[in-house]
T-cell receptor, first 118, second 113 residues
Framework: DSGVTQTPKHLITATGQRVTLRCSPRSGDLSVYWYQQSLDQGLQFLIQ???????AKGNILERFSAQQFPDLHSELNLSSLELGDSALYFC?????????????????FGEGSRLTVL | KNQVEQSPQSLIILEGKNCTLQCNYTVSPFSNLRWYKQDTGRGPVSLTI?????NTKSNGRYTATLDADTKQSSLHITASQLSDSASYICVVSPRAGANNLFFGTGTRLTVIP
């Protein structure tokens, strides 16, 4: 158990709909990352938050948005869903930012949310 | 351009055999390299971390090597078990910390009885 909790584990929805994925980081971790993994593909970095603020953006579509709340949990919102959005969405957390002595760079991943768009 | 390339893309071996997975990177400056194991449908889990000054590090039947001069790393699995079937992902950090990580696309290992 990594200590990172993601909900829901599975989600089936229709094209055009909107869904929200939720992530609770490990206790004490300030950074949250979201990754997308399509079938048989590598992990694609979407976005990172640190202590409530957006810190880095990857290949995140404009239809997608995220936020990190004061209690450090994060939500990834996916709207106007398309068939190609079907994927596993992983959340990961880490201690802090680059340069933090306590931060060895290890990411702790949740079990993922499997989204199926029909 | 900062890139991480892994080979082979996939590998099938018999239970009990050894195998070696490769990771070549062009990331610079370099801080550390991690190997993650990802079971099907699960989140990746860190196996080992290699820093600039380390050449070899073992974690049970897993041994990682690093050649910072040639920017190559390998993950050697000894006496493979069925539970080793997974994707193995190489992740390079250009500076201390978890930001700006560069992921390889992984090697899919299947161990058959």
């Amino acid at each position: 158990d990594s200590g990172v909790t993601q909900t829901p584990k599975h989600l089936i929805t229709a094209t055009g709909q909107r869904v929200t994925l939720r992530c609770s980081p490990r206790s004490g971790d300030l950074s949250v990352y979201w990754y997308q993994q399509s079938l048989d593909q590598g992990l694609q970095f979407l976005i990172q938050y640190y202590n409530g603020e957006e810190r880095a953006k990857g290949n995140i579509l404009e239809r997608f948005s995220a936020q990190q709340f004061p209690d450090l949990h994060s939500e990834l919102n996916l709207s106007s869903l398309e068939l190609g959005d079907s994927a596993l969405y992983f959340c990961a957390s880490s201690v802090g930012l680059a340069g933090d002595r306590a931060n060895t760079g290890e990411l702790f991943f949740g079990e993922g949310s499997r989204l199926t768009v029909l | 351009k900062n890139q991480v390339e892994q080979s082979p893309q996939s590998l099938i071996i018999l239970e009990g055999k050894n195998c070696t997975l490769q990771c070549n990177y062009t990331v610079s400056p370099f801080s550390n390299l991690r190997w993650y194991k990802q079971d099907t449908g699960r989140g990746p889990v860190s196996l080992t971390i290699m820093t600039f000054s380390e050449n070899t590090k073992s974690n049970g039947r897993y041994t990682a090597t690093l050649d910072a001069d040639t920017k190559q790393s390998s993950l050697h699995i000894t006496a493979s078990q069925l539970s080793d079937s997974a994707s193995y992902i190489c992740v390079v950090s250009p500076r201390a910390g978890a930001n700006n990580l560069f992921f390889g696309t992984g090697t899919r290992l299947t161990v058959i009885p």
